[in-house]
């Protein structure tokens, strides 16, 4: 049976010294002994909607005598269906065409579209417009660089829009790299493990935002087994990027059977596969100047010589799968089979710039199952 959340307050009467503070920030919530000004309330019960009154008049508490206990609300239901898309290709795209392009993505079945959050668009306001365009797809950040906004911002911008759009917006955060946390966006790149569980243990406590009846759900980018193991207790899952069956599969082991485990897989549909794999080691090399994926690949086994030069076709085929349609289905399922409960499929072209919107038909094809139209109204 469902429970609707609520929220206690304990003040501590003992502590206060009468200033009145917690009164005039929510008077509603906290009234005072008009005798003595003291608030002498003891422990009291409040609606889960409360909980941002509650929390900002005890934080106004200059003794710090009050002291407000939210219960958990149940998660959030999420179905993002077994294949998704990753793609960059969204962030350059004026707002009619991605308009064009984000109800074409929902009508050819693909359960989520997830982005990056690099050089264009800013993640929260890209998802807005995303979601408010579509009405069933779900919609994710691969990932919200968790540099570019403090927890309690993060926090907002996930209640703002699960609340708005319920059960179709799911946070996935990152560090990013070095390079991007330090040189574009002038930060300092910590321990990755320990300022992520500190980060995600702040947003957990972040007392503002809208009330809601669920919790947001909510995905880290996650490589190595620390992190992985973070994702499981402090987060709904892991998304993965860059990564061979081979690392799903002990990812899955690492965190468990519960735990959601989403993953990137690249993909270049062309029928002459020598000109496919070009088009792969191109995209692999890239990575493979990224000290983070280059220890993650000589981990799972790969030699540091066969990471050189762009890759080994070795390293490529493992990390890229191309060629025609069912080979694409084929490494889909290779990678279900691993352990992963959703696969996003970034689709890879000779020409970067182009919207892929061809090749995002012709896979759905073998990898989709069409959903009935979606009213215009609900849009």
């Known amino acids: 049976m469902d429970r609707t959340p609520g929220v206690t307050a304990r003040v501590d009467a003992g502590r206060c010294q009468g200033r009145g503070m917690c009164h005039a920030v929510a008077p509603d919530v906290y009234a005072l002994d008009p005798r003595t000004g003291r608030n002498e309330m003891g422990e009291f019960a409040l609606p889960f909607a409360r909980r941002a009154a509650a929390t900002r008049g005890a934080a106004a508490c ?53 982005f990056g959050e690099a050089f264009g668009r800013e993640a929260f306001s890209q998802a807005a417009l995303l979601l408010s365009m579509t009405g069933r797809l779900v919609v994710a950040t691969g990932i919200a660089c968790i540099f570019g906004r403090d927890p309690v911002t993060m926090a907002q911008g996930q209640r703002t829009l699960a609340g708005a759009f319920p059960g179709r917006f799911l946070l996935g955060m990152g560090l990013s790299s070095p390079m991007g946390v330090e040189r574009v966006r002038g930060g300092q790149f910590g321990r990755p493990v320990a300022t992520m569980g500190k980060y995600l243990d702040a947003m957990s406590e972040a007392p503002l935002g809208p009330a ?158 069409r959903p009935p139209a979606v009213k215009e109204e609900t849009r």
């Open 62 to 114: 200059p003794e710090g005598a009050i002291a407000v206990h939210a219960d958990t609300p149940p998660p959030e239901t999420m179905r993002l269906g077994p294949v998704g898309l990753w793609t960059f290709a969204l962030e350059e795209l004026p707002v009619a065409a991605l308009r064009d392009a984000a109800v074409e993505i929902e009508e050819l079945g693909y359960g989520a579209v997830w």
């Open 212 to 369: 809601l009846p669920v919790t947001p759900r909510r995905v880290i980018a996650a490589l190595g087994p620390r992190m992985l193991r973070l994702a499981a207790d402090k987060a709904w899952g892991s998304l993965s990027y860059l990564v061979p069956t081979t690392h799903t599969a002990q990812a899955r082991d690492t965190m468990g059977p519960e735990a959601f485990l989403g993953v990137e897989q690249a993909v270049v549909l062309d029928a002459d596969r020598a000109r496919a794999r070009e088009v792969a080691r191109t995209h692999v090399a890239a990575y493979l100047r990224v000290e983070h994926y280059v220890r993650n690949l000589v981990a799972l086994g790969f030699a540091e010589a066969e990471l050189a030069d762009g890759g080994s076709d070795k390293v490529v085929d493992a990390l890229v799968a191309y060629g025609d349609q069912d080979d694409i289905a084929a490494r889909v399922r290779e990678q279900r089979d691993a352990g992963a409960d959703h696969v996003c499929l970034q689709v890879l072209t000779a020409d970067p710039g182009r919207l892929p919107a061809r090749e995002w038909r012709e896979i759905a094809e073998a990898v989709c199952e």
